[in-house]
């Protein structure tokens, strides 16, 4: 099943050193037995792989939505030392900070009377799919402060309150963030992008909290059962990827003048403190910044459609909380029993803060972080809290969604977008998006159940459950 490869617990998995030459700690993967038995051979090459970079500590780790990426598996967790090790773009991905966030509204379900009206009006307001532009004429100017300030430029531009910044992952901006390393062709692509869905799987939802498993957590979180909320999934659009392509190519040849060898050139990667890899994180900063500018603008242009259907007050939809998916951050973590700053690489991972950590929000202190793990369109989606075990064993981290296990290809060649949205229609669910390939490409099967994926980090304690949302119409880019 999976050759060379050894369990050490119940889903947990050890690739040992050797696996690939040149592997400085073991890879550990979280997965059933299931699930292991359908995961690429790639993916695992791909973690063992990172396994190979100089400065990693501890491990090169892969959450249950584990597929294969570009360079980091999606799924992929690694720490490096930050007088040793590496930045890689590869272990960022090209959709910078893409995250998700959610949102509540004091509706319960049978407020909802015409749900088709309400999802088409969000569908119109909020720009959807490839190439998606804003009605916002963003300046040069404000271009330049999204990506300086993130979130907090949106608030106080009037697109949002104080407190949903309380409520984003380093209240919605990296202070790290330099402008100067973020090319003219990329603030060309970001300019007219901020306020959009953008395409792929990024969604924008209207869900009902299903099931409650942990009272406290979900009091604490403001979540309640029947209660309608509003889920947004997104990232930094043709900004984020331009950076990306950008910086790749002078982390090509970094990586050759900083006499680094690798296994895959994908991985291509520069010292975290040399003039490149400072660049690079500078910018890859910048634009995770704007992606949480971006997300702030679609949820107020959500609130006002909420406002403006039914009547009620902005200010009654809290933001539950705002987490990255993909970024590398800079933080501290214990490493045999010593504190230490390390350069952390989420891709397709998602911040696992247990109680007590700082940056936590303080009315969360005792709690843990909110934890949000989208299903695919259709299924269910989940609400989790961070825990001390993530932080001892998986550096704060844990899944981020289901994870793919059919490319966008095979739906399309196996699905049509109609069958689809027809057959989420019999199950109540509404479907919108800017055409029928679109659907075919997000269709619920072509990722892993989310049921078995959250049960996994549950049972793993990397994220323990706090409630169940259920989709009753998805707008899709």
């Not at 949002?160 to 402008?179: N, W």
């Amino acid at each position: 099943m999976l050759d060379g490869v050894i369990r050490v617990g119940a889903d947990e998995w050890e690739i040992p050193v050797g696996y690939v030459p040149g592997m400085r700690v073991p890879g550990r993967f979280f997965l059933s037995d299931a699930l292991a038995a359908i995961l690429e051979p790639g993916a695992v090459q791909q973690l063992a792989n990172v396994a190979t970079l100089p400065g990693i500590v501890r491990y090169s780790l892969g959450m249950p939505d584990i597929h294969w990426g570009y360079g980091f598996p999606i799924g992929g967790v690694a720490a490096f030392s930050l007088e040793e090790g590496v930045i890689s773009p590869g272990g960022v991905g090209f959709d910078i900070n893409c995250g998700v966030r959610l949102f509540t509204t004091p509706l319960r379900r049978e407020d909802i009377k015409k749900a088709r009206d309400f999802i088409e009006s969000l569908f119109h307001a909020v720009p959807t799919g490839v190439g998606a532009k804003s009605s916002l004429k963003v300046s040069p100017a404000a271009l330049m402060a999204m990506m300086e300030k993130g979130a907090g430029w949106a608030v106080d531009a009037g697109y949002g309150v104080e407190r949903d910044l309380a409520r984003c992952e380093e209240s919605g901006a990296m202070k790290q963030a330099d402008i100067r390393a973020v090319s003219a062709k990329a603030r060309a692509r970001g300019t007219p992008q901020g306020g959009t869905l953008g395409s792929g799987n990024h969604f924008l939802e209207l869900q009902v909290v299903s099931e409650i498993y942990d009272q406290t957590a979900a009091a604490a979180f403001g979540l309640s059962p029947g209660q309608i909320c509003c889920m947004i999934h997104c990232g930094s659009r043709g900004l984020g990827h331009q950076v990306c392509t950008d910086h790749l190519k002078i982390l090509e040849s970094a990586t050759k003048k900083y006499h680094i060898t690798l296994p895959d050139r994908q991985l291509a990667c520069a010292p975290i403190q040399s003039p490149e890899g400072t660049a690079y994180f500078g910018a890859m900063a910048a634009a995770a910044n704007y992606a949480w500018a971006n997300r702030q603008l679609i949820m107020h242009a959500a609130r006002r459609e909420f406002e403006r259907m039914f009547g009620i007050e902005y200010e009654s939809m809290p933001l539950v909380y705002d987490v990255t998916h993909n970024v590398a951050k800079i933080e501290e973590h214990t490493v045999d029993g010593q504190k230490v700053r390390l350069c952390v690489h989420r891709k397709g991972a998602t911040r696992s803060y247990g109680p007590g950590t700082p940056g936590l929000p303080g009315d969360l202190a005792a709690i843990g972080q909110p934890v949000i793990i989208p299903g695919s369109m259709g299924t269910s989606s989940y609400i989790l809290k961070g825990t001390a075990t993530a932080m001892e064993r998986t550096f704060g981290s844990t899944c981020h969604g289901s994870g793919r296990v059919m490319s966008r290809s095979q739906a399309k060649k196996k699905l049509t977008g109609k069958e689809v949205a027809d057959h989420l229609l019999s199950q109540g669910i509404i479907v919108r998006a800017p055409n029928e390939a679109a659907i075919a490409d997000e269709a619920p099967e072509v990722y892993k159940p989310s049921s078995e994926v959250v049960q996994i980090v549950h049972d793993a304690g990397l994220s323990t459950l706090i409630a169940r949302l259920s989709p009753i119409g998805v707008i899709k880019g």
